[in-house]
């Protein structure tokens, strides 16, 4: 079955950087576009970024853009999010998704995509 596996969260203080990796299996990773969405406690999950198939085209909510970078690497079928300059309110638990689309925009709402992953926690202090 289709599995997406989330790592590379944790604490870190404000101004630092982590990189999210969402390893993925059961699928054929080069006809899935990818996303990344986050839900911080007490709010709904909201769109972070995301990448078409190839990796050419790709989307950020405005209050991540150039702070974040989402890539891939169909051969290792593998999902990235950097993220650089992190601040508090970034804080969150993030989860990768994806669904199957040869479309170049990729997906920005979540109802859009198939399959998810457990999520991974990220905590930036003050």
């Known amino acids: 079955q289709v599995q997406l596996v989330e790592s590379g969260g944790g604490l870190v203080q404000a101004g630092g950087s982590l990189r999210l990796s969402c390893a993925a299996s059961g699928l054929t990773f080069l006809n899935y576009a990818m996303g990344w969405f986050r839900q911080a406690p007490g709010k709904e999950r909201e769109f972070v970024a995301a990448i078409n198939w190839s990796g050419t085209n790709t989307n950020y909510h405005d209050s991540v853009k150039g702070r974040f970078t989402i890539s891939r690497d169909n051969a290792k079928k593998t999902g990235y999010l950097q993220m650089n300059s992190l601040k508090p309110e970034d804080t969150a638990v993030y989860y990768c998704?994806?669904?199957?689309?040869?479309?170049?925009?990729?997906?920005?709402?979540?109802?859009?995509?198939?399959?998810w992953g457990q999520g991974t926690q990220v905590t930036v202090s003050s």
């Open positions: 998704a994806a669904v199957y689309t040869s479309i170049q925009t990729p997906p920005g709402r979540e109802g859009e995509y198939r399959y």
